[in-house]
Nanobody, 121 residues
């Protein structure tokens, strides 16, 4: 069974950086865009970033633009989210996802279990 497995979350001070990883195991999400959503307590799940299967196009939510960078490895088995200049409002559970379109405008076909990111002020 194909799975998306996140890692790299943790506690960081405001202004710091973290890199999240998402590995595709047990199968393939070939031809799908992959990326990240996040959900803070009491808030709706929010699109963060996505990269197309070929890696030629990337998309970012407003909160991520200019601070976060999404990338994928050459083997197309792992994606990364490099987060810089983190703010307390970035605190959330970050979910890896795969789906159609640019992810934010398509159908999500797979979710990871999430990784907690906590930014202290």
């Amino acid at each position: 069974q194909a799975q998306l497995v996140e890692s790299g979350g943790g506690l960081v001070q405001a202004g710091g950086s973290l890199r999240l990883s998402c590995a595709f195991s047990g199968g393939t999400f070939s031809s799908y865009a992959t990326g990240w959503f996040r959900q803070a307590p009491g808030k709706e799940r929010e699109f963060v970033a996505a990269v197309t299967w070929g890696g030629e196009d990337t998309y970012y939510g407003d909160s991520a633009k200019g601070r976060f960078t999404i990338s994928r490895d050459g083997a197309k088995t792992t994606i990364y989210l490099q987060m810089t200049n983190l703010k307390p409002e970035d605190t959330a559970v970050y979910y890896c996802a795969a789906g159609t379109g640019a992810l934010y405008d398509g159908v999500v076909v797979g979710w990871g279990k999430g990784t907690q990111v906590t930014v202290s002020s």
